[in-house]
């Protein structure tokens, strides 16, 4: 079997949707089924098997993210997609469309996966705009893109839940994003600390992930601040890039935090990563808006407990309360489980011990297996015969 997936981010780019695309792309092919990605070209990426790159330029405002030409982008998917047997759309712009145009045209089953809940996410990018009013054109527009579909895949049961109030009809199927388990297993935390001067036994808490308005690390600042009246010597590592960063760097300055947190950029995922989450003690997540939180179980799987908030998508994570803590959404209680955890950590060893255990439940193998089977559902079911009149423009 052969899908076509379309996106309008991929690697180099990080963050969850590309993470998610290679996972399962890499994954997938145990399970019979060949992936050929259309994603933009960032720069000179070199040929990929597989991989065709659509030139584009600099998102203004986000220089991290490429804003593809729009008829290449349909022409590229519409001449990858003439030998597949299913579309699978991972963003909403550019690439819906052109993924939408080229399944209709081949007469082929479309679905696609809501990474983002974008209308949590609209009002930090446009604050000069009523949010409630951002919020009713997000739900709009997220219902007409997926109900021109046959199908969509959603990595939660709040995110399942959030898009039923939208008014959306397609069949929406709970499909996470698995982890690689080995790549987290065995990091080498005690280099890891001495390549950044971080002493054997300092307490260090964890972030990682895209430094946005979203991920709530200004909620995390404000906890630590509270922490290190427990353990004064707690420090925060933040590793990732993003447009928050010199209002955080100023928000660390007016805390007096200076000395107390750490931002370390992006960090490679093959050995750099793995290390990164050995090196800590606790890993620390506050976004209220993530759609699952890959990166809880990434921790886990390197035998890291974690500190988050149930919210949106980390809810399936955290529920059972496996290797893990979830305070509640109040920087001062978030900081006192922080502070007692960091000064008391032979008290929580058993959550360390759990970790690696429930993220292996979270196996990329074992998601890869559903979603093939999701594929080959669809791929006999005739979607594309009863929708071809719906094709775009």
Same mark, same amino acid.
Request: glycine share 8%; proline share 7%.
């Given at each position: 079997?052969?899908?076509?997936? +379309?996106?309008?981010?991929?690697? $180099? ?21 060949? +992936? ?47 030998? !597949? ?23 082929? $089953? ?12 609209? #009002? ?11 919020? #009713? ?8 893109? !997926? ?7 959603? $990595? ?17 199927? +709970?499909?996470?994003?698995?982890? %690689? ?17 971080? %002493? ?42 993003? $447009? ?31 290390? !990164? ?117």
């Amino acid at each position: 079997m052969r899908v076509l997936m +379309v996106s309008d981010v991929y690697f $180099p780019r990080v963050n969850g949707v590309s993470t998610s695309i290679e996972t399962f792309r890499r994954t997938l092919a145990a399970q019979g089924v060949e +992936v050929r990605l259309v994603v933009p070209r960032y720069g000179d990426e070199g040929e990929q098997p597989g991989v065709v790159r659509v030139p584009g330029r600099p998102v203004p405002g986000d220089r991290e993210d490429r804003l593809v030409g729009w008829h290449a982008m349909h022409r590229a998917a519409l001449a990858a997609a003439a030998d !597949c047997d299913l579309v699978h759309i991972q963003t909403p712009f550019v690439a819906h469309y052109a993924g939408l145009k080229a399944a209709r045209a081949h007469r082929l $089953p479309v679905l696609a996966t809501y990474h983002t809940l974008f209308e949590e996410y609209l #009002q930090h990018y446009a604050p000069w705009l009523p949010a409630g009013w951002l919020k #009713q054109q997000a739900r709009a527009f997220s219902r007409r893109q !997926c109900n021109a579909l046959d199908a969509v895949v959603v $990595p939660s049961t709040a995110m399942r839940q959030r898009l039923d109030t939208y008014g959306i009809t397609v069949p929406l199927h +709970v499909l996470p994003t698995g982890i %690689p388990i080995e790549q987290f297993v065995g990091g080498d935390g005690a280099a890891f600390r001495r390549q950044h001067g971080i %002493p054997p036994a300092q307490p260090v808490a964890l972030f990682v992930g895209r430094v946005a308005h979203e991920k709530n690390i200004g909620f995390l600042l404000e906890a630590l601040v509270r922490a290190r009246q427990l353990q004064p010597d707690a420090l925060l590592v933040v590793a990732g890039e993003g $447009p928050a960063m010199s209002e955080l760097k100023s928000r660390v300055k007016s805390l007096g935090l200076g000395d107390a947190v750490r931002f370390i950029g992006y960090l490679d995922r093959q050995q750099a990563l793995p290390a !990164c989450y050995a090196a800590a003690d606790v890993f620390v997540f506050a976004s209220r808006t993530e759609t699952q939180g890959l990166v809880l179980l990434e921790a886990m799987a390197a035998g890291t407990p974690v500190i988050a908030l149930a919210e949106m998508g980390t809810v399936d994570i955290l529920a059972p309360g496996r290797g893990a803590f979830s305070p509640p959404a109040d920087p001062q209680a978030f900081g006192d489980m922080l502070g007692h955890f960091l000064a008391r950590p032979e008290a929580w060893r058993h959550l360390g011990e759990q970790a690696p255990a429930y993220a292996a439940e979270w196996s990329d193998s074992a998601m890869a297996a559903r979603l093939a089977s999701l594929y080959r559902q669809l791929a006999g079911a005739g979607f594309a015969a009863d929708n071809a009149q719906t094709a775009v423009a």
